[in-house]
C-alpha cells in the first residue's frame, strides 16, 4: 500500500468574507506540514480573505456566492493529491491534527471525520450542539449505523472516493460527504477532535440552515437505503 505523506496532501475549504481567520488557518497548515500540503480556497469574498490567501500560496478559486455545498463540492473536487482534507476557515479546527488523520488514512480508512462532539464543543453555541447531536441521531437511525458528528467541516478523503460519488447536497453537503460514503460500505472512522471558538461572524442561520440540513440528511439516508443512489 502507497504511504501518503505531506506531498500528498491538499486541504481545501469554501471562503466567505473570513479575513479575520483565514492567515491562522493557513499558517497552521503551512507549520504542521512544513509547507508541503497544497492549499485550495473556493471564494465568494468581499473583503480580504482571496488576497490573504494568495499570499500564504493557497491557490483561490473564485466562485459567486452560491452556498456552502457548492462551495465544497468544487474544493474537494479540485486538487489532483491523492488525500483531501476539508476545513473550515473560522479556526474552529485543529490543523495539529492532520498528521494523525494522515496515519489513520495511511492505515486504510476511506474518510475520516473529526468528531467535535466527543470532547464536549464547549465552545460551540448550546444550540449548534443541540443540533448536531439531533442530526447524528436522525441520521444513525436511518443508516442503521451509530454516527456522532454528521456536520463536522474537518475530514480526510482518498481522492478516488470523492470522484467515484456524485454529490447533491448544497446546506447539507458536510453531512452526505459522510453518509454516502458509510452506506455504500466505505471504511469510514470518526476521530475525537477539540473544538475551538470560531474568529469572525458565523454565516450561517442556525434555524433556517438548520431545517435545510436535516431535511438532507432524510433525503441522503432515503436515497442510499430505498432509490437509485446519485
Avoid at 508541503?36 to 493557497?58: F, K, L, M, N, Y
Avoid at 454565516?203 to 432524510?218: E, Q, R, Y
Wanted: proline letters at 6%.
Amino acid at each position: 500500500m502507497t504511504e501518503y505523506t505531506f506531498d500528498d496532501l491538499a486541504v481545501v475549504m469554501g471562503t466567505y468574507n473570513e479575513e479575520a481567520a483565514i492567515e491562522a488557518v493557513l499558517s497552521d497548515i503551512e507549520s504542521v506540514t512544513d509547507g508541503r500540503a497544497a492549499v485550495v480556497c473556493v471564494d465568494s469574498s468581499s473583503d480580504r480573505t482571496p488576497e490573504i490567501a494568495r499570499e500564504h500560496g493557497a491557490t483561490v478559486i473564485e466562485q459567486p456566492p452560491m452556498g456552502y455545498g457548492y462551495a465544497v463540492r468544487e474544493a474537494v473536487l479540485t486538487p489532483d493529491r491523492p488525500v483531501i482534507v476539508t476545513t473550515d476557515c473560522d479556526d474552529t479546527y485543529p490543523m495539529e491534527r492532520l498528521p494523525q488523520f494522515l496515519d489513520l488514512i495511511n492505515e486504510g480508512y476511506d474518510v475520516v471525520s473529526g468528531d467535535r462532539l466527543y470532547h464536549g464543543a464547549d465552545a460551540m453555541p448550546a444550540l449548534n450542539r443541540l443540533g448536531n447531536a439531533a442530526f447524528a441521531a436522525v441520521a444513525s437511525a436511518l443508516m442503521g449505523e451509530r454516527v456522532h458528528d454528521t456536520t463536522t467541516g474537518m475530514r480526510a478523503y482518498r481522492r478516488e472516493l470523492l470522484h467515484e460519488i456524485s454529490w447533491t447536497e448544497n446546506t447539507g453537503l458536510s453531512a452526505e460527504l459522510l453518509i454516502r460514503p458509510l452506506m455504500r460500505g466505505y471504511e469510514i472512522r470518526e476521530e475525537p477532535i477539540p473544538y475551538r471558538e470560531r474568529a469572525g461572524e458565523t454565516k450561517l442561520d442556525p434555524l433556517g440552515g438548520g431545517a435545510a440540513i436535516a431535511k438532507s440528511i432524510v433525503k441522503v439516508c432515503l436515497e442510499e437505503r430505498f432509490g437509485d443512489p446519485a
